[in-house]
């Protein structure tokens, strides 16, 4: 621990700067300063700030938050990271002090790695403790002064609930470290304090900000939204008795999840109310007709699309995101890393089948896999005459909206091929498929494009049939152009979907307004109302419709642990094998054959990261969390 904290002085004295511009968080290192030298003036320290920004997603160039190689939720039952499955250790059952995996590799940008966020908090203090006495000359540096020490708090507010939502209870710091100080003294706070402190600093964070502020930088509603979030990940059943009751790194005291469930619902409900601007989901949120046409669902899709497609002015569902501009260092290659081998891209975080049959109907119903053969949940089967009398043999066919603005599966459009494919697929379509003269035969005398066998890329093919199109940009050529397309960090969506979860667990009169919330995100997404008689029903309503709803934007990783169904949801993953015949007839198959990936979630311990062997070694008087050694 002592060592960290003089890198981090050294990071937070000599941190590289860079002069500001219009595009937020766009910057290039020009030079190394003294700390004496960011004091001096305004400008320099808004350029240290920045930096700050950079180091919410970690202190590599692998990614910053949100833009990633290795997706969180290929740590989750959504989808398979091809490259390193291995460093998903939570369900591995290999997670130790000594193998931390996905949390200290730069796949996943560093952004869950203790040092990392210490590093950045104490980048932040260096700020909050010099900035007055830098010298203003001006109302507006005044004023840009004030904005700063908000954006502050905001970002230390986001690294501790980092901290929080993975470790429990953190070292609480609210001045920079110096050197000569005695480390060995620091202790973790209990995770209640840990709340406590982060609420205070977004309190502060609300009242330092500016009622507008420049597109990227942190809003009064991005901190409200953070509250919204933190909250409700501590009035849930992880930190509230789930594991280990009586400790108070992980445990709230007993009596808490009630106030803290109360607290979750007020805080959304004020955002809902306007209190911080005004938001909106973006597209109709009425019931919609039903049943859709097919142009109604395309529509539909392409609105939810558009949500992660913005590249300029954000929509107004859009509450905070990170930009990602061609004229700055930060990076978002998410074409390349997500995108279909046979484009010249990597193939990364698959999603499961599991994950893919979870979409329902365009009517609003449940996906039944075996609905033309009862209880044969791996085959399905269908002649070019049965396709043609009812489309729906294919299991890609008549689904919901979000899963055709979300997966790209075989037979999916997609992009041009590049010109080493030309003529291969003139459709343009997405080949996860093989092609057999007939049943039975041997070998395939064709295999798609995007397989693990095709003719461009194939050691970066899906290890399941299929990609992720919800993060990607269908106008560029991952092999050739980075991304443009902003990641949405906090949505109005996820406000409503707080809200509602909030009062379903609550129950009794505040169980309607849940459900009227979540209503509103399915119709949305062209999906008719739920009807929920009892509190079972609406939770069970409600965990689905946050598991497609936030497909690959990380929540699924947080739900999964505070929920605690990770016992339930983690298996192993299989692949699918798609079949195609010349005279028509298809076959798709969900491999148990073909282990694309050995999972477990062994131990209730998982459910949270142990301090690493390192910083137990140098720091041996904190506390470690429960269940490791």
């Not at 920045?50 to 692998?62: F, H, I, L, P, V």
């Not at 560093?110 to 040092?115: E, F, P, Q, T």
């Not at 260092?329 to 997500?338: D, P, S």
């Not at 119709?523 to 008689?533: F, H, Q, T, Y």
């Amino acid at each position: 621990m002592k060592k960290i904290f003089y890198n981090i002085l050294t990071i937070a004295v000599l941190l590289i700067l860079a002069p500001s511009c219009n595009d937020v968080l766009d910057q290039q290192a020009v030079d190394t300063f003294n700390e004496e030298l960011v004091f001096s003036d305004i400008n320099v320290v808004k350029a240290y700030l920045e930096k700050t920004y950079d180091r919410m997603g970690g202190n590599t160039d692998a990614g910053i938050l949100g833009a990633r190689e290795d997706l969180l939720v290929s740590g989750t039952d959504q989808t398979l990271c091809i490259h390193r499955p291995a460093n998903y250790v939570m369900i591995k059952g290999t997670m130790s002090p000594d193998n931390l995996g996905i949390y200290v590799n730069d796949g996943l940008g560093g952004y869950l790695r203790w040092n990392n966020l210490y590093a950045n908090i104490q980048n932040v203090n260096k700020i909050l403790d010099g900035i007055d006495a830098v010298p203003l000359t001006t109302t507006t540096q005044e004023a840009l002064k004030k904005q700063m020490v908000g954006e502050c708090y905001f970002i230390r507010a986001y690294d501790y609930t980092t901290l929080l939502m993975n470790y429990g209870g953190a070292i609480l710091q609210d001045k920079a470290f110096l050197l000569g100080e005695d480390y060995l003294t620091i202790k973790r706070s209990s995770i209640k304090e840990t709340l406590d402190f982060i609420l205070k600093d977004i309190q502060s964070a609300i009242d330092n900000l500016p009622a507008s502020i420049e597109q990227g930088r942190a809003n009064r509603a991005a901190a409200a939204a953070l509250k919204s979030r933190v909250l409700l990940f501590c009035a849930s059943k992880l930190t509230n008795g789930g594991y280990e009751a009586s400790n108070t790194l992980v445990s709230f005291p007993a009596g808490s999840q009630n106030g803290l469930l109360q607290q979750a619902r007020d805080a959304a409900k004020d955002v809902m109310d306007g209190k911080y601007g005004n938001f909106a989901l973006v597209g109709s949120t009425a019931d919609p007709a039903s049943p859709l046409s097919a142009a109604d669902v395309q529509k539909y899709a392409d609105n939810y699309f558009s949500i992660f497609n913005q590249k300029a002015g954000w929509n107004s569902e859009t509450i905070w995101g990170i930009q990602f501009p061609l004229t700055g260092g930060n990076v978002n290659n998410a074409n390349l890393w997500y995108g279909p081998n046979g484009y010249h891209n990597w193939g990364n975080n698959n999603p499961t089948e599991p994950m893919v049959r979870s979409y329902e109907m365009a009517d609003g119903s449940k996906f039944q896999w075996d609905a033309y053969d009862p209880g044969n949940m791996e085959v399905r089967t269908a002649t070019a005459e049965q396709l043609a009398a009812d489309p729906l043999r294919n299991p890609y066919n008549g689904r919901e909206p979000r899963f055709y603005a979300s997966i790209l599966y075989d037979g999916a459009p997609w992009q041009a091929r590049p010109s080493d494919a030309a003529g291969l697929e003139p459709e343009n379509k997405v080949q996860t498929g093989y092609y057999y003269k007939a049943p039975g035969d041997a070998e395939p005398y064709k295999k798609g494009l995007d397989t693990r066998q095709g003719l461009i890329e194939a050691w970066n093919g899906t290890k399941n049939a299929y990609y992720i199109r919800k993060l990607c940009d269908p106008s560029i050529a991952g092999q050739y152009f980075r991304n443009t397309n902003t990641w949405v960090e906090f949505r109005y969506a996820e406000i409503l979907m707080n809200y509602a979860e909030a009062c379903i667990e609550l129950g009794g009169a505040d169980l309607q307004k849940g459900m009227d919330a979540l209503n509103m995100v399915r119709n949305r997404a062209g999906l008719p109302d739920r009807i929920a008689a009892d509190q079972a029903t609406a939770r069970e309503y409600l965990r689905h419709e946050r598991n497609i709803e936030f497909f690959a934007e990380g929540h699924r990783y947080y739900d999964m642990r505070r929920w605690m169904i990770a016992e339930e949801v983690i298996t192993d993953v299989f692949g699918m094998r798609i079949e195609h015949y010349d005279n028509g007839s298809k076959m798709w198959k969900y491999n148990k054959a073909d282990k694309a990936d050995a999972r477990a979630f062994t131990d209730k311990k998982f459910y949270w990261v142990p301090l690493s062997r390192d910083e137990m070694n140098k720091a041996p008087q904190l506390q470690q969390n429960p269940g490791y050694n």
